[in-house]
Structure formats: structure tokens, C-alpha cells
């Protein structure tokens, strides 16, 4: 009996310690992890720490943003990553920061470890370590052995910290705030599956989806998926016909891998602006929150690159290659609705078939075909007329103006280099030890503020001598001069379509009965 007993009672404090913070999943839920390696480390023991806490985050289902720092750097502000991560334990967004040990945040001078201290301290923000959890804002000892009575204490305070946070915060923590929710995923609740303020799977909509990554890895073109479902009668959620461009978006969203990722762009993107809002930004990728962990994924990883690689590659086989083009393939638009043309070939000979286009509602575009040879002899013409409209109105001065852009943007660029290669003087003297911080900040800044200019300067000359340059009367001449000598000569498809790309944005078709209307745009 006895034995009994002390077995139960061994078993029980194994068990407290086994369970550790895994018991207490739900105090801690949102967390970042940062990675650096220290000077003496190389790449793979960067992934290797990545993993690492990868897993802790997994086995304690905290969903997790990675930090990862490519430079070596102990000073803080010469660590970019860290001073991102700072400012957001300091507005309170996480619940704990995870790294391997504890210096990885920072072993720099006095002055820095107590601004590393007081953003924990003031958000009352934990640091988690594979064996250890620190709260900085326990004076007697930070360290916890005992994670059980540790996290009672917590509940407490994590609960009224969560209450402050606002919605900035929601998307760093994995909560839903696009909007709606991608195809097959539906806000919070599906049945019985409930995931707060994020999004669960639509079980039927879900068949669907699988179906179309299936067919994706076999290699069919999202054009060509959008279309089957189509002819099946298998709609959007909406209700509307699929188009390949939100097929290929579905295959190749990050959401459906389970992550949720903010910060892509800024301002507003819509083709009708509010009045006052800003411009739409697009931040690059390394400036992007990915939340991982946060729902229930659609599609593993392998599968994810596997796609993305197909699209990538698909994209990148040029026009020689590609299946079935014709003269004027993507050139021809219907006059009524604005959709290309298609072409079919009988007897050997091309036609444009009649205006394919069918409206959601299911009424076609009555936009009839014809052969070819009959529109590209008025396409012709068009060309020549406007040849000789050309050479009538040619003036040189367009090259003057550009070739003094040219040269100030070579001046341009040369004091933008002088003034990086300054800036980096000035951190490397910080580094040695050179400058004190105040120092070293104001010679920054000076530095950053010219760079900023510079390369604001340097991008308005760009633009204009994009739009100076574009293509000028005399490029056009030769463009056209090679066109006409070339066309006649060409017989294969696609070296035709290339070379009516050259000197033709679009060609706008209408025909009902005999009455015919071509209109060509040039470029
Ligand atoms: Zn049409």
C-alpha cells in the first residue's frame, strides 16, 4: 500500500514538472521569437536555434512572429530587427519573447541592457528560453524553476494586459483583420470548430479547395482549373464564375499555410481613393509580420512550393514556346466588352473566333469573328499610314532634354554612393568606439537625412527619364522601319505576335454583319 502511495505521489511531481508551461497554454498565446547568431556562429546554427524555438512554440501552441537578425552587431541600434521587436514589446503586443539565452537580446553596455529591461519591465513582457522564464519585473529572483505557481501569479496580469491591448495589436497576434476571408476559410466559427477572432475551414468549401491544389500539382494552369469548375457548374461562394487570376491567388496565398501575414502594404490601393487617404505603399518582404500557427492550414509547404513553382516557371517560358499563339494572340480586344480575342485554324487558315465572353448572368457578347488575313491586311494599313503621319512630324529635341537628365542622374547616383559610404564610415567608428552615442547619433542622422534626399532626388530623375525616354520618334521610327521589313517575311506564329508587340499596344475590334470597325492603338 504504501508503495502504492509513494509511486502516485512520484509520479505527481514528475508530472508538474513535465507539464512545465505546456499545461498552462492559455496564459501565454502570443509571442515573438528572435534569432542572431553571435560572432562565432554560423548559418546553420541559426537554423538550428530557429528550430529550436520553433518547436517550443508548437508544443506550447503559442502563435509566434520571427525576428531573424542577419548581422552580429551587440549594440541595439545597429541590429534593426531588435529595435523593430523593442518597439513592439514596448506598445505591449506580445506576451513573451523567445530566444535561445538570454544575452541574444543584448549583452551591450549598461545604458542598453536597462533600455532592454525597462520595455519588458513596462509591458510586463516575459522572456522564455528552451529552460528558463524570466520576468523582469520580479525583484526578488527573475528565474522560475517552479512554472506552475509562476503562472498562477501571471494569470492575474496577463489578463488585464489583454484588455489594453487595441486592434493595431490584433494582427501581430495572429488575429484575423483582413476582412474576408479567403476561399476555403470562414471567420471564427464552422460547426463545432471555433477558433477566436481568427478563421476555420468551411468543410465543403474545403473539397473544393483540395480539389484545386490537386489539380494545380498535376500541373493544369489556374486558367484552366477556373474554367472546369466553371463547365461543372461549380461556382464561387458569391456565386460567380472563377477566374484564373483568383484561382492562381487562392494556390499561392500564405494564408492557407496556416500563417497570417500584416504589414504588405500601407495606405489604400483602390482605384476610387477616399478623399485624404495616403498612397498606396507596398513594403518589401522583409518588412512584412508573419504570424504563424494561427489556424488550421489547407495545404502543406511542400505543396505551396511545388505550386509556386510551377506558376513561377510558367510564367517565365516566353512567347516562343508558348502553346498555340497566333499573330495577333492578347492583341485583338472586343470593341462591346474588352476581353481578347481567341483564334482557331481550319483548313489552313487562322480565324478570330466570335467574342467568347460570357457574362455572369450567362448572356454572350455578341462580338462576331472573322478570318485573319482580312484584319491584319487593314492592320497594315493602319501601320503604313501612320508611318508616313511619322516621318511628316519628327523632331530632335526630345533626345537634347534627355541626355541632361542622364547626366544628372550619373551625378545623382555618384553622391548617393559617397553618402552611404560616409554612413557606414560613422557606424564603424561607433562600433570601434570612436564617437560617444550622442555623437554617433547626430552624425547618423545627418548622414540618413542626405541619403534621403538623394535618393528621393534620384528617383524623380528616373521617372523622368522613364516617361522622356519612353520611346521616342526616332525609336519608333526604327521600330516600325524593322516591323515592315521584317512582317512580310515572317512566317512563324509567334515571331509575328512578338513583332506586332513591338509597335502595337492594342487593336479594338467590332463587327455586326458588315458593319466593321478597327481601331489600332500604337504604342
Ligand atoms: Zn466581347
Not at 518589401?284 to 489556424?295: A, D, Q, R, T, Y
Not at 481578347?340 to 483548313?347: F, G, I, N
Amino acid at each position: 500500500m504504501f508503495f502504492i502511495y509513494l509511486s502516485v505521489m512520484l509520479y505527481f511531481c514528475l508530472e508538474v514538472s513535465i507539464l512545465g508551461i505546456e499545461d498552462k497554454k492559455f496564459i501565454i498565446r502570443y509571442v515573438a521569437i528572435y534569432i542572431r547568431k553571435s560572432r562565432a556562429e554560423g548559418m546553420e546554427d541559426l537554423e538550428k536555434h530557429r528550430m529550436v524555438l520553433i518547436d517550443l512554440c508548437k508544443r506550447n501552441n503559442f502563435k509566434y512572429v520571427e525576428y531573424m537578425e542577419v548581422g552580429t552587431s551587440d549594440s541595439i541600434d545597429l541590429r534593426p530587427k531588435i529595435c523593430k521587436l523593442l518597439k513592439e514589446v514596448e506598445e505591449g503586443v506580445y506576451d513573451a519573447v523567445c530566444v535561445v539565452e538570454y544575452d541574444r537580446l543584448g549583452r551591450g553596455d549598461l545604458g542598453e541592457q536597462d533600455r532592454l529591461k525597462k520595455a519588458f519591465q513596462k509591458s510586463n513582457t516575459l522572456i522564455i528560453t528552451p529552460d528558463k522564464i524570466y520576468d523582469l519585473n520580479d525583484d526578488i529572483d527573475d528565474t522560475y524553476a517552479d512554472l506552475k505557481g509562476f503562472f498562477a501569479r501571471q494569470e492575474y496580469k496577463m489578463i488585464t494586459k489583454r484588455l489594453r491591448q487595441g486592434k493595431k495589436i490584433g494582427a501581430r497576434r495572429g488575429q484575423w483583420t483582413n476582412g474576408i476571408p479567403p476561399f476555403p476559410y470562414v471567420y471564427q466559427r464552422y460547426k463545432d470548430k471555433y477558433n477566436p477572432k481568427g478563421i476555420v475551414i468551411h468543410d465543403e468549401r474545403y473539397i473544393i479547395y483540395r480539389n484545386m491544389i490537386e489539380e494545380a500539382i498535376k500541373g493544369i494552369p489556374p486558367q484552366k482549373i477556373a474554367e472546369n469548375f466553371n463547365r461543372k457548374g461549380i461556382l464561387t461562394v458569391k456565386s460567380n464564375y472563377w477566374r484564373g487570376e483568383t484561382v492562381q491567388r487562392l494556390l499561392t496565398d500564405e494564408t492557407h499555410l496556416g500563417k497570417i501575414i500584416s504589414n504588405k502594404t500601407q495606405g489604400d490601393g483602390h482605384k476610387q481613393k477616399r478623399p485624404n487617404a495616403k498612397a498606396l505603399k507596398v513594403f518589401p518582404k522583409s518588412e512584412w509580420v508573419v504570424v504563424e500557427n494561427c489556424h488550421e492550414p489547407a495545404k502543406t509547404q511542400e505543396e505551396h512550393d511545388r505550386i509556386v513553382e510551377l506558376i513561377g516557371n510558367r510564367k517565365l517560358i516566353g512567347t516562343k514556346a508558348r502553346h498555340q499563339t497566333y499573330a495577333f494572340s492578347g492583341l485583338i480586344k472586343c470593341a462591346k466588352c474588352g476581353h481578347s480575342h481567341t483564334y482557331y485554324v481550319k483548313r489552313n487558315e487562322v480565324f478570330m473566333k466570335p467574342c467568347w465572353y460570357i457574362n455572369p448572368v450567362g448572356e454572350k457578347c455578341r462580338n462576331e469573328g472573322i478570318r485573319i488575313s482580312f484584319i491584319e491586311k487593314m492592320v497594315l494599313e493602319e501601320i503604313k499610314k501612320y508611318k508616313v503621319d511619322f516621318i511628316a512630324n519628327e523632331t530632335e529635341a526630345e533626345n537634347d532634354t534627355l541626355n541632361s537628365i542622364n547626366e544628372m542622374i550619373i551625378e545623382c547616383d555618384a553622391n548617393l554612393q559617397r553618402q552611404k559610404r560616409a554612413l557606414e564610415v560613422v557606424n564603424d567608428a561607433y562600433e570601434y568606439g570612436d564617437y560617444c552615442r550622442s555623437e554617433w547619433l547626430r552624425r547618423k542622422k545627418k548622414w540618413e537625412d542626405e541619403i534621403y534626399h538623394t535618393s528621393n532626388t534620384l528617383y524623380e530623375l528616373k521617372k523622368k527619364a522613364k516617361s522622356t525616354a519612353k520611346i521616342t520618334n526616332a525609336d519608333r521610327q526604327k521600330m516600325l522601319d524593322a516591323f515592315l521589313e521584317n512582317i512580310t517575311e515572317t512566317t512563324d506564329n509567334a515571331a509575328r505576335n512578338d513583332l506586332y508587340r513591338t509597335i502595337i499596344e492594342s487593336i479594338v475590334w467590332q463587327k455586326n454583319g458588315d458593319d466593321i470597325k478597327v481601331i489600332v492603338n500604337f504604342k
